[in-house]
T-cell receptor, first 112, second 114 residues
């Protein structure tokens, strides 16, 4: 069974810092990897989707990379803002099936 | 742009009661997924449907059933509710274009079992 791990579990940084969130998965045979943002008690907002054939995707201040062979992905957030404070979840879709396996998330706090 | 709609947004039930959660996917999306997120936990896959047929099944209790209707909306039926069923239930939809599918999640239904 696919297992997804996210490190660190929590991160607190001052505003303006660049930061990296890590995601690792045990089975490299994946279709896609998706990064989500979740605010407390709220739904999941899709941030970036990386197809298994891709290396990275960028959207604004966010950049996600994928190293499928090593089972790793990183989410880079540039010039962090207090509004970025949320839990960031990484999820991979299983090969031949599209259900997602989620990591436990990284809870980010950006201090003004 | 239209998003995934879930209803109700909040639901409070007593133990042993029945609950029905509804999901309306993004128009033209043919795949629906259900996930359960317990307090402080990551979302766990329950079940999915593609073109009204069950396509995959995860850790869904036998007390739960689901289906996708002709208009592609889906319902998750939960019977004999237990305290442990209290969770945020997400529905997601996608359009499978040969393996390239972004799952779009609804806002979730928060179920509280008393």
């Amino acid at each position: 069974k696919q297992e997804v791990t996210q490190i660190p579990a929590a991160l607190s940084v001052p505003e303006g810092e660049n930061l990296v969130l890590n995601c690792s998965f045990t089975d490299s045979a994946i279709y896609n990897l998706q990064w989500f943002r979740q605010d407390p008690g709220k739904g999941l907002t899709s941030l970036l989707l990386i197809q298994s054939s891709q290396r990275e995707q960028t959207s604004g201040r966010l950049n996600a990379s994928l190293d499928k062979s090593s089972g790793r992905s990183t989410l880079y957030i540039a010039a962090s803002q207090p509004g970025d404070s949320a839990t960031y979840l990484c999820a991979v879709s299983a090969y031949n099936f599209n259900k997602f396996y989620f990591g436990s998330g990284t809870k980010l706090n950006v201090k003004p | 742009a239209a998003g995934v709609i879930q209803s109700p947004r909040h639901l409070i039930k007593e133990k042993r009661e029945t609950a029905t959660l509804k999901c309306y996917p993004i128009p033209r999306h043919d795949t629906v997924y259900w996930y359960q997120q317990g307090p402080g936990q990551d979302p766990q896959f329950l079940i999915s449907f593609y073109e009204k047929m069950q396509s995959d099944k995860g850790s869904i209790p036998d007390r739960f059933s689901a289906q996708q209707f002709s208009d592609y909306h889906s319902e998750l039926n939960m019977s004999s509710l237990e305290l442990g069923d209290s969770a945020l239930y997400f529905c997601a939809s996608s359009l499978d274009r040969g393996g390239v599918d972004t799952q779009y999640f609804g806002p979730g239904t928060r179920l509280t079992v008393l």
